[in-house]
């Protein structure tokens, strides 16, 4: 806690205790002391980071981009079919974090990972991993909606096609019907699926995006900021259809909205300088969290 002397009012008290003058052209300057830092301990997470039945289980992760350390011995539970919040300031981990959930972090070469990452008790990070596969079983959804320049059809059959899930053209017609009207889109698109995706709107596109990823039956989907971009309409439809997806799907998204964390999450996890701080239920991180530097940042102290 900082501490602040006193503002010198109209007199000061002299050791022998009478009252002396002060003129106010010889006011005593008042200096502010400097706030005190917490000091965070590598691989200390208050609240409840473990789940009974997790679909991830992390222990002792830490993220290095050459000699830095992005990510400081974080050990998280992520359970199954539930939707967990990653929040934080700018730069805090939380997009590096979530990419090393389907190994996206693999493309760029000055990135070392280390520590346990188990989806389902298996290692992902074991050299015999089928990274292709890994990704099927857990699909992403990036900050800006980046369809495939192909028509909208093409752009949901991508990945069934690559991965051999439709052994006929009516099996696939199912698979893109399905995967539309799971994104909550094919109302909107049926009658134009030829057209292309490039042509939609921001927020259509991202639905696309999201109906792409559904398509190969993934179990766990990551967002990374999937709003950031979308208009208040936009983001709102997206935000139902993350309450929907929930009860089918693993969901973990990074979100700079504390609001929308509230919304749709079960638990929220936050992280501040590459340490994993807290995690709890949503409704206790934003009524009564524990550890003061989550009450800071999400009453804006800070961040």
Known sequence: MSTVSSTITN???????????????????VTEAKPEQTVLEEG???????????????????????ETQAIKNISLDVARNEVIAFIGPSGCGKSTFLRCLNRMNDSIDSCRIKGSLLLDGQNIYDSKRDVVELRARVGMVFQKPNPFPKSIYDNVAYGPRIHGLANRKSDLDDIVENSLRKAGLWNEVKDRLDAMATGMSGGQQQRLCIARAIAVSPEVVLMDE????????????????????????????VTHSMQQAARVSNRTAYFHMGHLVEVNDTSKVFTTPEHELTESYITGRFG
């Open 11 to 29: 007199k000061m008290q002299a050791p022998d205790d009478k009252a002396m003058p002060v003129t106010e052209d010889k006011v005593m300057p």
């Open 44 to 66: 200390v997470t208050v609240g409840t980071p473990f789940a009974d039945d997790p679909k991830f289980k992390l222990r002792d992760v830490e993220v290095f981009y050459g």
């Open 226 to 253: 999937p709003c950031s971009a979308l208009d208040p309409i936009a983001t709102a439809r997206i935000e139902e259809l993350i309450t929907e997806m929930s009860e089918s799907y693993t969901i973990v998204i």
